[in-house]
């Protein structure tokens, strides 16, 4: 005999390294939405929502050629147009190109802008790893004083810290095209002398981008990295002091950082002080960076404008809604009808229908099921559905003119005019409310 199953197609699943968001999970979206929000108007940013989709050449002049997300990780595609296009990795450099594009340079400097949205990265998935994860992102474009980069990273602190859990600064200068020259020629004469030594994937960075071998988190790398000279003390005079001038904001603002001289960033177009967010006060993890971001003062210049110095960060929102769970930070609960209504018999049905129309319009959240035909499967619904009153149109109160008001809890009954039905709903609501 023929399987059941026989014929039947084959459910469509997530594509590897995609999420679904679902309604369990709405809140800690909303709320990081709504934090975003909070932070963005009290610090002056305007929100700028740009195509998930851009000419490919944008990201690859931008990141860079011999980084990790434009050699590997870059969801790259050719329409039907026969144009080269891609999903924005990251979101810096199609603020610019819009920032560009839309003569922001004419505005009042400096420009603030924050952003919240999917970027698309073909990485290998893993936990707190995906290939579309959301960003939220800051950035403060035509200005070039440390006491920015400060805020900025004010700004990231404070972000966390606001949902309810600590993070430590990672920060570092990664100087500028003047001085890092000189730091890079160094450093690969240092790791030349140890490159055997180096994991495969650091030997091939030492002959694309040295500096990135200090990004490296393989096991055998780590203390040959250790013993690596250091950017700091490569820098010149004018690198020297922006960085000392930030060190000391961060100081007067007391914000917890530590330097992290490896903190080079995996996108190229940084200089100056570059910074992670890490989560946890003081050791945190590479893998799972809450954030990321630092000084651009070449890009605008770059992508075909004036030079213009510029400096933001973006957050990880996966990462740090995880972080929120894992503070067990209270966040309010998706909302909850108040009331149910429920009906029986046709006419009821459609008083009802009209009836949920007028209670919603008069602020009250209501449940209903007003396919269901049975008043038992409709009151279990209610009671599951956790209200308070339930107001019930039956076949009687159709013909007396009235409604019913069933209180959940003890199962008393009450009849009542059915015009009175809202006061009475917002009465009864009230009541409650203020008792509690
Ligand atoms: P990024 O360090 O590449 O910087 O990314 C920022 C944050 O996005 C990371 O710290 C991490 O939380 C999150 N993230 C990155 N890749 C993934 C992934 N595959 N899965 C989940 N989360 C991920 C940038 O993108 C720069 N545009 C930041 C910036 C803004 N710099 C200046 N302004």
Redesign the pocket.
């Known amino acids: 005999m023929a399987k059941k199953t026989e014929g039947k197609k084959k459910p469509f699943q997530l594509i590897k390294g995609m999420k679904d968001i679902l309604p369990a999970d709405a809140r800690y979206w909303h709320y990081v939405n709504e934090l975003t929000e909070k932070f963005a108007n009290t610090y002056g940013f305007g929100k700028i929502e740009t195509p998930i989709v851009e000419n490919i050449d944008l990201f690859v002049r931008s990141i860079g050629q011999a980084t990790d997300i434009v050699e590997k990780e870059m969801y790259a595609f050719t329409d039907q147009g026969g144009d080269r296009l891609g999903l924005r990795p990251?979101?810096?450099a199609s603020v610019i190109r819009a920032y560009l594009e839309h003569g922001m340079q004419t505005l009042p400097q400096p420009v603030k802008l924050f952003y919240f949205g999917p970027m698309f990265?073909h990485?290998k998935p893993q936990a707190?790893?995906?290939?579309q994860?959301f960003?939220v992102?800051f950035?403060v474009i035509g200005e070039a004083e440390p006491i920015v980069d400060a805020q900025i990273i004010l700004i990231a602190y404070k972000f966390c810290q606001a949902a309810g859990f600590n993070c430590t600064i990672q920060v570092n200068s990664i100087g500028c095209p003047d001085c890092r020259p000189n730091y890079e020629s160094e450093l690969k004469d240092y790791f030349k002398r140890v490159k055997n030594k180096l994991s495969e994937i650091s030997q091939i960075r030492f002959i694309k981008n040295v500096l990135r071998i200090l990004d490296s988190k393989e096991e055998q790398d780590l203390p040959l990295i250790a013993g690596a000279p250091q950017q700091i003390d490569f820098l010149c005079e004018d690198c020297k002091n922006h960085f000392i001038q930030v060190l000391e904001y961060l100081d007067e603002l007391e914000i917890p950082y530590a330097l992290n001289p490896n903190i080079v960033?995996?996108?190229d177009y940084y200089n100056r002080t570059t910074f992670?967010i890490w989560a946890g006060e003081e050791e945190g993890s590479r893998q799972s960076?809450?954030?990321?971001?630092?000084r651009?003062d070449g890009l605008v210049e770059l992508l075909g404008g004036q030079a213009t110095p510029a400096v933001?960060?973006?957050?990880?929102v996966?990462?740090f809604i995880n972080q929120i769970k894992e503070a067990d930070h209270k966040v309010p609960e998706n909302p909850k009808p108040e009331i149910f209504l429920a009906q029986l018999g046709m006419e009821a049905r459609k008083k009802a229908l009209k009836l949920f129309e007028e209670l919603t319009k008069a602020g009250i959240r209501v449940a209903e099921n007003l396919s269901k035909a049975g008043l038992k499967s409709q009151l279990e619904m209610a009671d599951r559905s956790g209200v308070q009153f339930t107001l019930i149109i039956g076949q009687k109160e159709i013909v007396d003119g009235t409604i019913m008001i069933r209180d959940m809890e003890n199962g008393i009954q009450e009849v009542v005019d059915f015009e009175k039905a809202i006061i009475e709903a917002k009465k009864r609501l009230a009541k409650n409310i203020v008792s509690e």
């Open positions: 990251e979101n810096t990265r990485d707190g790893r995906y290939r994860f960003q992102g950035e960033r995996g996108l992670e960076a809450l954030g990321g971001g630092g651009y933001g960060f973006a957050l990880g996966e990462r």
